[in-house]
C-alpha cells in the first residue's frame, strides 16, 4: 500500500515511532495528485514546493519531540473557500480568481501550528452553492470511484482529494450537506460540528447562520483526529460557542451498546433508492446486534426542510455577495467604465456562474419589500418546527440515523439542466444545518460498484456520540 493511501491515524502513529518521514508521505501525495490530477480535477491550486519545505520542518519537529501533535507531518487539503495567508483563495468563482488572502482562517492556523503539511486548495461548487461540484470556473471534480459520476458538492475537492489519495485529509466546509454529501459519494468519511464548534473566522460567508467548517477523512479515527485540532472557542468570531473541547479521539472505543439509536420514518419514505435504504438496513441491523436500541421517531416537519433551507441560505447569500462589486472586493469586469451602473452589471455578470446568480436573485427577490413576510419568516419559523422536532427526538434517542443521500453518486452532468433536482439531492442534510447539529457520514459499503452512506446525527455540541456511533459502523462495514 502506497504512504498515501493510509489514515491519518496510521501515518501519525508511523511519524511518532520514525517509521517514515513527512517528506515521504508528501512526496508519495505530490505524486499521486501529479498521476491523477488531470483526471480527478480535486484542486484549484496545489503547492508542492511550499509542501516539501513544510514537511522539512515537520521532520525537524518530530525529530526533536518538541511542539508536535498528531497532525504534525500529515498532507492537508484545504477548500478553496478558507482563507490561506499567501495563497488564493478563489471560492471556485471567476470574481475571486486573482484573490489573495492576507491572513489564514482560525481553523488553517491551528491545523498548520499543528505541523500539518498543506498540499493546496480544493475545488468546489462556486461559493459553496452546488451538491455536484460542477458549478467552478476550473470545470468538475470527478468521482474518484468511478469518473463518469460527480464527487458531491460543495466540498467535492475536498472529498476526492482524501479517496484519491492526493491529500491524506482534508478540511471542508457544510452549509446544507456540503461535507457529508461529497463524503458519501466518495466513500470517505466527514463530519459537520455542531454550529459554533469550529471558528468561522477566515471562511468566506455563503450563508452565516448555516456555513460550519468540518473535517473529511479516510476514516472516523481521521476526523477525530482533526476536530481535537480545530475545535474551540475564538474571540475572532461572534457565533463561536465557548463550551469545553474533549478528546474526541477518546469516544470512538465506547461500543454501541446501550445506545438509544433512533431511525426517522420520514426519512425512509418513497424517494430513497431501495439499494440505499438496503445497505444502511444492514448496518442498523448489526448496530441492533451489538447492543444498541434501535427505535423509530418522528420529524414531522422535515417535509418543509428544503423549502425552508433554500430561502434561508438564498436570502443570506444575496446579502454576504452583495459586497463583491468590483470596487471593494474580488476582481472587475469592463475595465476602467465611467459608468458605474453597468461596471455593478457587468462585472457581477461576468463574475458570478450561473447557479451563484439564482440564488442571489432568488434571495433578493424573498427580502424584498412585499414578500418578506410571505417567504423568509415562514421559512424561519418552519426553522425553529424542524429545530424543536429534533429537540423531541432526542429525548427518546442518544442520536439518529439516516441516508445522506436518496439516491447513489450520479453522472456528470444528469442534473445541472433541472435545478430542482439537483436541490432534492440535499433532502436528508439540510435539516441539521437549520438546527445546528452535529452530523456524520460514513461509508457503510457499496450499490452497484458505488459507494454509500450512512448519516448520523447528535445532540448539539454531542460529537463524541456521533463519532462513536460512527465508529462502529465503519467498522462493522470493514
Same mark, same amino acid.
Given at each position: 500500500? =502506497?504512504?498515501?493511501? *493510509?489514515? &491519518?491515524? @496510521?501515518?501519525?502513529?508511523? !511519524?511518532?515511532? %520514525?517509521?517514515?518521514? /513527512?517528506?515521504?508521505?508528501?512526496?508519495?501525495?505530490?505524486?499521486?495528485?501529479?498521476?491523477?490530477?488531470?483526471?480527478?480535477?480535486?484542486?484549484?491550486?496545489?503547492?508542492? =514546493?511550499?509542501?516539501? *519545505?513544510? &514537511?522539512? @520542518?515537520?521532520?525537524?519537529? !518530530?525529530?526533536? %519531540?518538541?511542539?508536535? /501533535?498528531?497532525?504534525?507531518?500529515?498532507?492537508?487539503?484545504?477548500?478553496?473557500?478558507?482563507?490561506?495567508?499567501?495563497?488564493?483563495?478563489?471560492?471556485?468563482?471567476?470574481?475571486?480568481?486573482?484573490?489573495?488572502?492576507?491572513?489564514?482562517?482560525?481553523?488553517?492556523?491551528?491545523?498548520?501550528?499543528?505541523?500539518?503539511?498543506?498540499?493546496?486548495?480544493?475545488?468546489?461548487?462556486?461559493?459553496?452553492?452546488?451538491?455536484?461540484?460542477?458549478?467552478?470556473?476550473?470545470?468538475?471534480?470527478?468521482?474518484?470511484?468511478?469518473?463518469?459520476?460527480?464527487?458531491?458538492?460543495?466540498?467535492?475537492?475536498?472529498?476526492?482529494?482524501?479517496?484519491?489519495?492526493?491529500?491524506?485529509?482534508?478540511?471542508?466546509?457544510?452549509?446544507?450537506?456540503?461535507?457529508?454529501?461529497?463524503?458519501?459519494?466518495?466513500?470517505?468519511?466527514?463530519?459537520?460540528?455542531?454550529?459554533?464548534?469550529?471558528?468561522?473566522?477566515?471562511?468566506?460567508?455563503?450563508?452565516?447562520?448555516?456555513?460550519?467548517?468540518?473535517?473529511?477523512?479516510?476514516?472516523?479515527?481521521?476526523?477525530?483526529?482533526?476536530?481535537?485540532?480545530?475545535?474551540?472557542?475564538?474571540?475572532?468570531?461572534?457565533?463561536?460557542?465557548?463550551?469545553?473541547?474533549?478528546?474526541?479521539?477518546?469516544?470512538?472505543?465506547?461500543?454501541?451498546?446501550?445506545?438509544?439509536?433512533?431511525?426517522?420514518?420520514?426519512?425512509?419514505?418513497?424517494?430513497?433508492?431501495?439499494?440505499?435504504?438496503?445497505?444502511?438496513?444492514?448496518?442498523?441491523?448489526?448496530?441492533?446486534?451489538?447492543?444498541?436500541?434501535?427505535?423509530?421517531?418522528?420529524?414531522?416537519?422535515?417535509?418543509?426542510?428544503?423549502?425552508?433551507?433554500?430561502?434561508?441560505?438564498?436570502?443570506?447569500?444575496?446579502?454576504?455577495?452583495?459586497?463583491?462589486?468590483?470596487?471593494?472586493?474580488?476582481?472587475?469586469?469592463?475595465?476602467?467604465?465611467?459608468?458605474?451602473?453597468?461596471?455593478?452589471?457587468?462585472?457581477?455578470?461576468?463574475?458570478?456562474?450561473?447557479?451563484?446568480?439564482?440564488?442571489?436573485?432568488?434571495?433578493?427577490?424573498?427580502?424584498?419589500?412585499?414578500?418578506?413576510?410571505?417567504?423568509?419568516?415562514?421559512?424561519?419559523?418552519?426553522?425553529?418546527?424542524?429545530?424543536?422536532?429534533?429537540?423531541?427526538?432526542?429525548?427518546?434517542?442518544?442520536?439518529?440515523?439516516?441516508?445522506?443521500?436518496?439516491?447513489?453518486?450520479?453522472?456528470?452532468?444528469?442534473?445541472?439542466?433541472?435545478?430542482?433536482?439537483?436541490?432534492?439531492?440535499?433532502?436528508?442534510?439540510?435539516?441539521?444545518?437549520?438546527?445546528?447539529?452535529?452530523?456524520?457520514?460514513?461509508?457503510?459499503?457499496?450499490?452497484?460498484?458505488?459507494?454509500?452512506?450512512?448519516?448520523?446525527?447528535?445532540?448539539?455540541?454531542?460529537?463524541?456520540?456521533?463519532?462513536?456511533?460512527?465508529?462502529?459502523?465503519?467498522?462493522?462495514?470493514?
Amino acid at each position: 500500500m =502506497e504512504l498515501c493511501d *493510509r489514515s &491519518a491515524f @496510521e501515518l501519525s502513529e508511523m !511519524l511518532k515511532k %520514525g517509521d517514515v518521514s /513527512s517528506r515521504q508521505i508528501t512526496e508519495s501525495a505530490l505524486k499521486r495528485a501529479d498521476d491523477k490530477e488531470r483526471t480527478f480535477n480535486a484542486f484549484i491550486t496545489l503547492s508542492p =514546493e511550499a509542501a516539501l *519545505r513544510q &514537511a522539512d @520542518e515537520a521532520d525537524k519537529r !518530530l525529530l526533536t %519531540g518538541e511542539g508536535i /501533535s498528531p497532525l504534525t507531518g500529515i498532507p492537508i487539503a484545504i477548500k478553496d473557500n478558507i482563507c490561506t495567508r499567501g495563497i488564493r483563495t478563489t471560492c471556485g468563482s471567476n470574481i475571486l480568481k486573482d484573490f489573495v488572502p492576507t491572513y489564514s482562517a482560525t481553523a488553517v492556523q491551528r491545523v498548520l501550528n499543528a505541523g500539518a503539511v498543506l498540499i493546496g486548495k480544493t475545488n468546489m461548487d462556486e461559493f459553496g452553492m452546488g451538491s455536484s461540484t460542477e458549478n467552478s470556473f476550473i470545470g468538475p471534480t470527478r468521482n474518484p470511484v468511478d469518473t463518469t459520476c460527480v464527487s458531491g458538492g460543495s466540498s467535492g475537492g475536498s472529498a476526492a482529494a482524501v479517496a484519491a489519495g492526493e491529500s491524506i485529509i482534508s478540511l471542508g466546509t457544510d452549509t446544507g450537506g456540503s461535507i457529508r454529501l461529497p463524503a458519501a459519494f466518495c466513500g470517505v468519511a466527514g463530519i459537520k460540528p455542531t454550529y459554533g464548534r469550529v471558528s468561522r473566522y477566515g471562511l468566506i460567508s455563503y450563508a452565516s447562520s448555516l456555513d460550519q467548517i468540518g473535517a473529511i477523512g479516510r476514516t472516523v479515527e481521521d476526523c477525530a483526529m482533526m476536530l481535537n485540532c480545530i475545535c474551540g472557542h475564538d474571540r475572532m468570531d461572534t457565533t463561536s460557542a465557548d463550551v469545553e473541547r474533549p478528546d474526541f479521539l477518546r469516544s470512538l472505543d465506547k461500543g454501541v451498546k446501550g445506545v438509544r439509536i433512533g431511525l426517522p420514518r420520514e426519512y425512509f419514505v418513497e424517494g430513497l433508492d431501495q439499494r440505499v435504504k438496503d445497505r444502511i438496513m444492514e448496518v442498523v441491523n448489526l448496530l441492533a446486534k451489538e447492543g444498541a436500541e434501535i427505535i423509530e421517531v418522528s420529524l414531522p416537519h422535515a417535509e418543509y426542510a428544503v423549502s425552508a433551507y433554500y430561502l434561508i441560505a438564498t436570502a443570506e447569500a444575496s446579502s454576504n455577495l452583495a459586497r463583491y462589486d468590483g470596487v471593494r472586493y474580488g476582481r472587475r469586469y469592463g475595465g476602467d467604465n465611467p459608468d458605474l451602473v453597468n461596471m455593478y452589471e457587468v462585472t457581477r455578470s461576468e463574475g458570478f456562474g450561473r447557479e451563484v446568480k439564482r440564488r442571489i436573485m432568488l434571495g433578493s427577490y424573498v427580502l424584498s419589500a412585499g414578500y418578506y413576510d410571505a417567504y423568509y419568516l415562514k421559512a424561519q419559523k418552519a426553522r425553529t418546527l424542524i429545530k424543536e422536532d429534533f429537540d423531541r427526538a432526542f429525548e427518546k434517542a442518544d442520536c439518529l440515523i439516516t441516508p445522506v443521500s436518496p439516491c447513489l453518486p450520479f453522472k456528470l452532468g444528469e442534473k445541472m439542466s433541472d435545478p430542482l433536482q439537483m436541490y432534492l439531492v440535499d433532502i436528508y442534510t439540510v435539516s441539521l444545518n437549520l438546527a445546528g447539529l452535529p452530523g456524520m457520514s460514513v461509508n457503510c459499503g457499496a450499490a452497484d460498484g458505488l459507494p454509500v452512506g450512512i448519516q448520523i446525527i447528535g445532540k448539539a455540541f454531542d460529537e463524541m456520540e456521533v463519532l462513536n456511533v460512527g465508529c462502529a459502523c465503519e467498522r462493522m462495514v470493514k
